[in-house]
């Protein structure tokens, strides 16, 4: 596969714009995502008030009801999705859009990146997975919004894939120079810039977009961001899925790196903690791949 020159102009803000509203046509689940968020924090919330929001798409309830009568949940016969969201629970029903969100960003290849969709949707669980770990562990952020955090943390490449494709398509990231230089060579802003604008779109947290925004220079901005820092330290541990097969693997050799020193020391993280962290990651990994079949 050739790479070809860089544009030369980056594409203009209605460009990118038209892109970003490209990927919501795909499906509601992003925006049913981010108003669930919204009700995990309202003390006044409950098992109705997910219910009714799922509900509002036929296609996403019916997925859930599809997980909640897996075996993963021990089987059953829900036929509704308030039958289901009884079942399973209000945090368990927002994991599963997050697995929705997730299998939507994967329901296409990112020809640009030379990543295959499986490959996508499985590095984006492995990086929520690994976060949700970490602020158990630590006990530094809301589990369930670190794992939404991980699952988001690349879907920046979708929006800048769908920008690419919207123009000429003809461009393909080679290896020859580093991802997020491509990106700014070629589309004028980085994935992590470009994942903040969709969050922004959905109308996710604050805390939430600038996690995304700030994954590759968490000090950035100046107040302390915890899911920034997260994603900064997975990023050192865990292998990205770009032109090759996602492989999780799982090493005591990963929990030393220096780039990491500083966080696992600031939070009380030993290399035998980290490595348990992504041995438990591995294996719910696992798990979930086996019982969806995604």
């Not at 970003?20 to 924090?41: C, D, H, Q, T």
């Not at 098992?47 to 009801?65: K, M, P, Q, R, Y």
């Not at 994603?231 to 770009?242: D, K």
């Not at 696992?264 to 030993?270: D, R, V």
């Amino acid at each position: 596969m050739l790479s070809v020159a860089p544009m030369t102009t980056h594409p203009t803000k209605q460009e990118f714009l038209i892109a970003l509203e490209e990927i919501e046509k795909f499906s509601p689940a992003p925006v049913i995502l981010a108003n669930a968020m919204k009700l995990l924090r309202d003390p006044d919330s409950d098992v109705e008030s997910i219910a009714a929001l799922v509900g509002s798409d036929l296609a996403l309830a019916a997925d859930i009801i599809r997980c909640a009568n897996s075996a993963y949940y021990t089987g059953g016969s829900c036929q509704s999705i308030g039958e289901a969201v009884q079942k399973i629970g209000f945090k368990e029903t927002i994991r599963l859009l997050n697995l929705a969100v997730a299998r939507i960003a994967s329901s296409r290849d990112l020809g640009s990146y030379g990543i295959h969709g499986a490959d996508f949707w499985a590095e984006s669980l492995f990086n929520g997975l690994f976060l949700q770990a970490l602020a158990k562990e630590t006990g530094e952020a809301d589990p369930d919004e670190a794992y939404t955090v991980g699952l988001l943390r690349f879907i920046g490449r979708l929006a800048i894939n769908q920008t690419i494709d919207n123009l000429r398509g003809g461009l393909f990231w080679i290896g020859n120079e580093s991802i997020t230089q491509w990106e700014q060579d070629n589309v004028g802003i980085v994935q992590a810039q470009a994942g903040a604008m969709l969050l922004t779109k959905w109308r996710f947290s604050d805390e939430m977009i600038q996690a995304i925004g700030r994954q590759e220079a968490p000090e950035a901005g100046g107040d302390k961001n915890w899911l920034a820092e997260a994603l900064f330290f997975a990023s050192a541990l865990l292998p990205q899925g770009i032109g090759t097969p996602f492989i999780p693997s799982v090493g005591t050799s990963m929990t030393v790196l220096p780039v990491g020193s500083d966080f696992m020391h600031h939070y009380s993280l030993t290399p035998e903690t980290v490595e348990k962290l992504l041995l438990n990651t591995s294996e719910e990994f696992d798990t979930i791949r086996q019982t969806f079949g995604v």
